[in-house]
């Protein structure tokens, strides 16, 4: 997914103000709006007041689970979500998607609050209860949290602050002995450190306007945790398995078993023309390409390939 593609999900207490910003964030992003509570008031053609009455909190619970998830297939749009929602729905929200929490005094709240539609909210203790319920919910579940004041200066921070978010989130990945740079082989390798050629990949980064995350280790199993934990987190995957290249089916799978976040391998050095044991990857067919011989230019390379491929997947 490109990350003009995700999606923008605002959550907070009811009555702060979501759909109203929600619209706002809409026109000025010129993207889609959909309000869950509005999406199951359609599909029932009753209110949510109604709704909970008559099928009790946990079929409302089930409804909204259902709308999220169907909203959330869609791409690129803004979704206001209802107040409890995080707590049921944390896991869907979190995906491909950038979760603002809207925060406001909840004396500010209750003063415009409709008491008639919101039944879970009736007074400002209520409001006080779930906030004192729901608030750890909702920063964990954030990706950023917004205090602004009016619904038009909430919006205005909510467009710039998304604006990070938007960004290609590529990992880097190095694994064992890459953390010795510098000092292994320099023949082979280079006199530059490993610092260095986070350095070097870090100004490329700054350059294309992405987001690098750099992870290394020396150990497999943490290689291979690692790359699970990037499906809906990263964009794509830059890999220098070190020695496990030519011998790490578990890395493999672990690979293929994340192909949505498609990954490149990246070598240092020209294994083709190395040691016959090192000119076999076991690694590269679960990549979408590899880069071998070209020094810590092949990062570059790699990230370069990547952004490409991301900007030419199809929308939908």
Request: glycine share 8%; with cysteine; aromatic share 6%.
């Amino acid at each position: 997914m490109r990350p003009s593609e995700r999606n923008i999900v605002l959550i907070g207490m009811p009555g702060v103000g979501k759909t109203t910003v929600g619209r706002l964030v809409s026109a000025n992003l010129k993207r889609e709006f959909y309000d869950s509570d509005a999406e199951i008031e359609a599909d029932s053609g009753e209110t949510c007041a109604e709704f909970i009455s008559s099928h009790g909190e946990d079929g409302f619970r089930r409804s909204e689970r259902a709308v999220i998830r169907r909203l959330l297939e869609k791409r690129g749009i803004v979704i206001a979500v209802g107040g409890g929602a995080p707590v049921y729905n944390e896991d869907l929200l979190r995906k491909n998607s950038v979760v603002v929490y809207l925060c406001r005094p909840l004396e500010d709240i209750a003063k415009s609050l409709d008491n008639t539609s919101r039944p879970l909210s009736k007074s400002l203790d209520d409001l006080k209860s779930l906030a004192d319920a729901r608030g750890v919910i909702y920063e964990r579940c954030a990706d950023a949290v917004i205090t602004s004041g009016s619904a038009e200066d909430a919006a205005a921070a909510v467009v710039k602050e998304i604006g990070k978010y938007m960004k290609a989130k590529i990992l880097v990945l190095n694994g064992p002995n890459l953390n010795m740079l510098g000092i292994r082989e320099p023949t082979v390798y280079g006199n530059r450190s490993y610092a260095d050629l986070c350095d070097f990949i870090r100004n490329t980064a700054d350059e294309r306007g992405i987001a690098i995350t750099f992870k290394q280790s020396n150990h497999e199993g943490e290689l291979i945790d690692i790359i699970q934990s990037a499906l809906d987190a990263f964009d794509g995957i830059v890999i220098n398995p070190g020695a496990y290249t030519h011998y790490s089916y578990a890395i493999h799978d672990a690979l293929k078993a994340a192909e949505r976040v498609p990954a490149a391998e990246v070598h240092i050095s020209d294994i083709k023309s190395r040691e016959v044991w090192r000119q076999t990857s076991v690694t590269a067919p679960a990549c979408v390409a590899q880069i071998s011989g070209r020094g810590f230019q092949g990062y570059v390379d790699a990230i370069d390939l990547l952004l490409e491929r991301l900007e030419t997947q199809c929308v939908h």
